[in-house]
């Protein structure tokens, strides 16, 4: 029970690396609110915490949207009365040869990737800041670490959230609130299935589990009080480096 009391915004929770970090953060002993444009998923998310004990809030939103994390933030605060642990999960992709790919691919990868953990930290942050206490955590990749083949939109957005984070750690460190960056390789969930990936692929049972992934994010959360783990990289064995 390392976050009892604390209480965490996760974003794209509907599946996958959202959906096992919730579960993983929840069984910490946070309150979550659990957050999707899939109003029926994360609702079923939320019902399953509660149904285990612990206290959690379902919004649907798209957190690309400003109107929206406004929204957010308000039901948030109203229901827990604040938030110490912002993850910022939501991501999409979509993979193919550069000349594949277009300026709305563009747009859809950069707000969903980026633009949403602008957003959803201007958000939740300056109270954070008030307090001198919170976490803010990015789920990045190793595409934001070095540039791929097939991959030239989905690691620039990648490489910009990277940069925020390190930008972001200079101006909160020294404030009580602590950055970190949770950057996988190849995870085995729906994501980008049909941008790039195939269901039944072969290769995606030996990437990691989602749930190894939410393994990594706790431990990014549950540092001691005078450190922080601002880059976590975890890769499948069946990956280079």
């Given at each position: 029970m390392r976050l009892a009391n604390e209480v965490a915004v996760i974003t794209g929770?509907?599946?996958?690396?959202?959906?096992?970090?919730?579960?993983?953060?929840?069984a910490e002993g946070a309150a979550t609110v659990v957050v999707g444009r899939r109003r029926e998923r994360v609702e079923a998310l939320a019902g399953e915490l509660e149904s285990s004990g612990r206290e959690a809030l379902a919004v649907a939103a798209d957190v690309s949207q400003e109107d929206e994390v406004a929204r957010l933030h308000d039901a948030a605060v109203a229901r827990f009365g604040?938030?110490?642990?912002l993850l910022n999960n939501a991501g999409v992709g979509k993979y193919g040869p550069f000349d594949s790919l277009t300026a709305?691919?563009?747009d859809w990868m950069m707000d969903t990737n980026m633009r949403s953990g602008f957003l959803c930290t201007k958000a939740f942050l300056p109270a954070m800041l008030e307090r001198s206490h919170g976490q803010v955590c990015?789920?990045?990749?190793v595409a934001g670490l070095k540039g791929l083949p097939g991959e030239t939109v989905y690691c620039a957005t990648k490489f910009a959230q990277m940069g925020y984070a390190q930008a972001l750690d200079y101006e909160t460190r020294d404030r009580g609130v602590k950055v970190s960056v949770v950057a996988p390789g190849g995870v085995n969930t729906e994501f980008a299935l049909g941008t790039g990936r195939t269901a039944g692929d072969?290769?995606?049972?030996?990437?990691?589990d989602p749930e190894d992934v939410a393994a990594a994010v706790v431990f990014a959360l549950t540092q001691p009080e005078k450190a922080r783990a601002f880059l976590v990289g975890l890769r499948p064995m069946s990956e280079p480096l």
């Open positions: 929770a509907g599946s996958g690396i959202g959906r096992a970090a919730a579960m993983a953060i929840a604040r938030v110490d642990i709305e691919d563009y990015f789920l990045g990749s072969p290769t995606l049972e030996a990437m990691l």
